[in-house]
Every structure is written in C-alpha cells, then in structure tokens.
C-alpha cells in the first residue's frame, strides 16, 4: 500500500491503478473494491482496464473457474473465426448434465482469454469462466472437461485449473 501511495503522491494514477489491480489478484478481494478500480479506469479514460475490473467484480460476486481451452481446427470445429478478446463471447459448454431425455444440458459462461487480443481456431489458451447460472457449475472441480459448444459440432474443450468461489464477504458483512 506504501507503493500505491507514493505512486498517487506522484500523480501516476494509472501505476498506483495497477498495483492495486495486483493486490486484487495476489488477495481475493470483494466485489466493491473491483468496482472502485473500475470507476478509477473509468475516470482515467483506460477502457481495458474498466473492462477488466468489471469482470473481476463479477468473478467475486459468482466466482469463476480458470481453465486451459483447446479450439478445434477450423474445418473440424464450428468455428471459423478467431474469439476475440475482452470476455464479450458468452459461449454455451456442455457440463455433464442430461435432459431426462438423455440429450446434453447446456449451460453459458461467458470466456476471457488470458494474455492475448484473440484466440484462432485449432489454438490454445489460458482462459477464464464466468458462468451465467452458477449453480449448474459448482460439481465441477481441477481436471474435469468441458466441452465448448456454439453450434454443431462442438467448438473445443476446456479442462478446468482452478475453481474460484464468490469472495465471502461484502462490506455490509463486515459492519454485523
């Protein structure tokens, strides 16, 4: 915290913005604080950062999962374009769950691809999971698979790292 004051001291808002982005990365933080970072970002006109910040919120209020995502080759896979960057694709993945049918359930999350502007077809990355339903993702645990679906045949597979659960506490948990 002494870094990010002397940096603020200083006026380098966008230094002491990503030191704090790290302290949120090296210690689970709750919801509030990435919304804080997030209008920071905001102010200072750093739309990737604003980006960024607002998925962290979100990450902390559902939790998420980090995981290493393998596309099919274009031809063998449903797509033919690269996943852009940023966390807007909100792909569907198959988790195991059936209909009474038999057939898949499927359930969206959307993906932010770690490190990178894109992800082409047939390559591999670093990615992170935010599910929409929560709910349907919490059997899961470091090692499974899941199958990445935007139409048929499937788009590739994800096999999970790390299980991330919502950070446990708000700033009105604090105050009881």
Known sequence: MAEVLEYLKHDEWEMAL????ELG???????EF????????????????VAWCEWRRSEAR???????LHLLPAGEGSRTTPIPAGGLLRPM?????????????????RLWIE???????????????????????RH??????????EM???????????????VGYMRDDLTR
């Open 18 to 21: 990503l030191l704090l982005e």
């Open 25 to 31: 990365d090296a210690h689970p933080q709750p919801p």
């Open 34 to 49: 990435w919304s804080l970072l997030a209008d920071a970002a905001r102010l200072m006109w750093l739309k990737s950062d």
């Open 62 to 68: 559902t939790g998420a999962f980090l995981a290493e």
């Open 93 to 109: 993945w198959d988790l195991g769950h059936r209909t009474p049918e038999g057939e898949s359930l499927l359930s969206i999350a």
């Open 115 to 137: 490190g990178r502007d894109s992800l082409k077809p047939g390559g591999s990355a670093s990615v992170r999971l935010l599910p929409l339903t929560p709910e349907h993702w």
């Open 140 to 149: 899961l645990k470091p090692g499974d698979v899941v199958t990445m679906h």
């Open 152 to 166: 048929r045949p499937p788009t590739g597979t994800a096999r999970i790292a790390e299980v991330m659960p919502p």
